[in-house]
């Protein structure tokens, strides 16, 4: 069975930087599109940040210049680096894995942002 595991998240301070990673088993992990999405309470679900098979990175106009994503294949772990982080990225991180017709959840990772 497929697993994506999150970590990373936490308690930080406005300003402050956190790096979320996901770790996938039983999954091929080098084809899949990597992506964070994250959920916002009260709010819908909403792409952070994808990598594409080839390194190819997209994000969400809220966090660009502030977050990058990056993939490591020999560990099939894809992280999030969150820099100058702001109240409104309050929210549970959620790792994605997307080929074609399947997607693959983890469970998500909470990240508050308060001071």
């Known amino acids: 069975q497929v697993q994506l595991v999150e970590s990373g998240g936490g308690l930080v301070q406005p300003g402050g930087s956190l790096r979320l990673s996901c770790v996938g088993s039983k999954i091929g992990f080098r084809i899949y599109t990597m992506g964070w999405y994250r959920q916002a309470p009260g709010k819908q679900r909403e792409l952070v940040a994808t990598?594409?098979?080839?390194?190819?990175?997209n994000y969400a106009d809220s966090v660009k210049g502030r977050f990058t994503i990056s993939r490591d294949n020999a560990k099939n772990t894809v992280y999030l680096q969150m820099n100058s982080l702001k109240p409104e990225d309050t929210a549970v991180y959620y790792c994605?894995?997307?080929?074609?017709?399947?997607?693959?959840w983890g469970k998500g990772t909470l990240v508050t942002v308060s001071s």
């Open positions: 990598i594409t098979t080839s390194g190819n990175t």
């Open positions: 994605n894995a997307h080929r074609t017709i399947m997607d693959y």
